[in-house]
Each structure stands twice: as C-alpha cells, then as structure tokens.
C-alpha cells in the first residue's frame, strides 16, 4: 500500500509544487480516506521522503 500511496503522489508531485499538495488530496486522489492514508503516512513530508530521489 506504501508503494501505491508513493506512486500516486509521484503522480501528483510531477504536476505541481510539493508544497501545493494536501495529505486531504493526495488521500482523494488515492481513493482513501485521509486517516487511512495516515495509517502508512503520518504527513505530506513523510510521503515526499519515502518518494525517490529525482535525477538531476
């Protein structure tokens, strides 16, 4: 679930700042609630660090 959650941020994150990204939105967009997300994620931040390094 970890690796989906990440995967759907990536997604999110390639379009837009991180910093305009919600735990409320990323949870939506992942088809979840936003307590349930937090279960594997307990911040936007958390998320952003589990996330790959990009490439330069």
């Known amino acids: 679930?970890?690796?989906f959650?990440?995967?759907?941020a990536?997604?999110?994150f390639a379009d837009r700042e991180h910093s305009e990204v919600s735990l409320d939105e990323l949870?939506?967009?992942?088809?979840?609630?936003?307590?349930?997300?937090?279960?594997?994620?307990?911040?936007i931040e958390a998320v952003r660090a589990?996330?790959?390094p990009v490439p330069p």
């Open 1 to 3: 679930m970890r690796q």
């Open 5 to 8: 959650i990440t995967a759907v």
């Open 10 to 12: 990536a997604d999110l």
């Open 27 to 43: 949870a939506a967009t992942a088809g979840m609630t936003t307590r349930h997300l937090q279960s594997y994620f307990t911040s």
């Open 50 to 52: 589990a996330l790959p």
